[in-house]
């Protein structure tokens, strides 16, 4: 299993934000965080001393920041269950404009799912070819069966366990009206997440047909509902986020601009049992929540202590 601690080497260092000289054998754990106005809105321009990061309840220096942009990893993740078959040209429409938001250097797989998922193409950096995967391999596939959210989602984040950690940004960008069933405790599919050092981001497509049909069915027999799951919890520990698409083309676009535009936080792995989980919570310093007293931080909630940790090298 692959840890969220980062192995750094002198020449990532180097590059950093921050000039900062490591000791020799420093692993440091990773966070990304945004910060939302009260009106939803990302917001920007803040520093490495705006940040405070606790592990289990204690604080800890943060010894690398980065507020640039960084290239994406990207998992595009589509529902392709009978649930969805309504709205395959809005999806159609959000995809093309939200592959906008992509840049060179961005690798993008593109995975599909209903009752199981797969994968249709995997990571590239042609973007054209991306497009065209999108138009010609998934919006033209038969949409039925059912949707195993939460496996799916699982499957993503083991998919990046094969690739090299580099220093892209890893996320999951699913695709979905978000009316799943229940097939996996949450806790776990977090967790795999966590040690795959990736966000789960949603855009919730809206079905106005099938919600009626499922509110018509949770009164008749509201027992169902305890089967429904979606991926809000999943995103929300995982420090990623989801939207529901008014307009699918912006909001697919937005969800893009979120996953890129984020903080990196680094700080030093505490001594730990290996395969421990360990909390996270990431705050805004006094002097910035003065400044923006109704910010909201968002950022994963834990991680899972490697069994062996490497160590960076001395930047000396």
Same mark, same amino acid.
């Given at each position: 299993m692959?840890? %969220?601690?980062?192995?750094?080497?002198?020449?990532a260092?180097?590059?950093?934000?921050?000039?900062?000289?490591?000791?020799?054998?420093?692993s440091? @754990?990773?966070?990304?965080?945004?910060?939302?106005?009260? &009106?939803?809105?990302?917001?920007?321009?803040?520093?490495?001393? $705006?940040?405070? *990061?606790?592990?289990e309840?204690?604080?800890?220096? /943060?010894?690398?920041?980065? !507020?640039?942009?960084?290239?994406? #990893?990207?998992?595009?993740?589509?529902? /392709?269950?009978?649930?969805?078959?309504?709205? @395959?040209?809005?999806?159609? $429409?959000?995809?093309?404009?939200?592959?906008?938001?992509?840049?060179?250097?961005?690798? @993008?797989? +593109?995975?599909?799912?209903?009752?199981?998922? =797969?994968?249709? !193409?995997?990571?590239?950096e042609?973007? &054209?070819? +991306?497009?065209?995967?999108?138009?010609?391999?998934?919006?033209?596939?038969?949409?039925?069966?059912?949707?195993? %959210?939460?496996?799916?989602?699982?499957?993503?984040?083991?998919r990046?366990?094969?690739?090299?950690?580099?220093?892209?940004?890893?996320? *999951?960008? %699913?695709?979905?009206?978000?009316?799943?069933?229940?097939?996996? =405790?949450?806790?776990?599919? +977090?967790?795999?997440?966590?040690?795959?050092?990736?966000?789960?981001?949603?855009?919730?497509? =809206?079905?106005?047909?099938?919600?009626?049909?499922?509110? *018509?069915?949770?009164?008749?027999?509201?027992?169902?509902?305890?089967?429904?799951?979606?991926?809000?919890?999943?995103?929300?520990?995982?420090?990623? &986020?989801?939207?529901?698409?008014n307009?699918p083309?912006?909001?697919?676009?937005?969800?893009? =601009?979120?996953?890129?535009?984020?903080?990196?936080?680094?700080?030093?792995?505490?001594e730990?049992?290996?395969?421990?989980?360990?909390?996270?919570? @990431? #705050?805004?310093?006094?002097?910035?929540a003065?400044?923006?007293p109704?910010?909201?931080l968002?950022?994963?909630?834990?991680?899972?202590?490697?069994?062996?940790?490497?160590?960076?090298?001395?930047?000396?």
């Amino acid at each position: 299993m692959r840890p %969220i601690v980062a192995i750094l080497c002198a020449a990532a260092l180097a590059c950093a934000q921050d000039p900062v000289t490591f000791r020799t054998g420093v692993s440091l @754990v990773h966070v990304d965080a945004e910060v939302l106005g009260q &009106d939803g809105r990302l917001l920007t321009g803040f520093h490495k001393e $705006d940040f405070r *990061v606790f592990d289990e309840r204690k604080e800890q220096p /943060i010894l690398q920041f980065a !507020a640039e942009e960084q290239p994406l #990893d990207l998992i595009l993740l589509f529902d /392709i269950s009978g649930s969805m078959r309504g709205v @395959v040209q809005e999806v159609a $429409d959000a995809a093309r404009q939200g592959l906008r938001q992509l840049q060179a250097g961005d690798r @993008v797989c +593109v995975m599909v799912f209903n009752s199981r998922s =797969r994968e249709v !193409a995997p990571f590239t950096e042609d973007l &054209d070819a +991306v497009d065209r995967t999108i138009q010609d391999d998934v919006l033209g596939l038969d949409f039925g069966g059912g949707t195993l %959210i939460q496996s799916a989602v699982s499957d993503a984040a083991m998919r990046f366990r094969r690739e090299p950690h580099t220093e892209r940004r890893r996320a *999951v960008l %699913i695709i979905t009206d978000n009316m799943g069933t229940r097939t996996r =405790r949450e806790e776990s599919v +977090v967790d795999e997440f966590w040690e795959s050092d990736a966000i789960l981001s949603g855009l919730i497509v =809206r079905n106005p047909a099938f919600q009626a049909i499922r509110t *018509v069915g949770i009164i008749l027999a509201p027992q169902n509902l305890a089967m429904q799951a979606g991926m809000k919890g999943i995103a929300e520990k995982t420090g990623g &986020d989801s939207l529901t698409a008014n307009d699918p083309g912006a909001a697919f676009q937005e969800a893009m =601009r979120r996953i890129r535009t984020r903080y990196s936080l680094y700080y030093a792995l505490p001594e730990a049992k290996p395969g421990a989980t360990r909390s996270i919570r @990431v #705050d805004l310093a006094p002097d910035a929540a003065r400044r923006f007293p109704k910010a909201r931080l968002r950022a994963r909630t834990g991680y899972v202590v490697p069994n062996a940790a490497k160590s960076a090298p001395s930047s000396r």
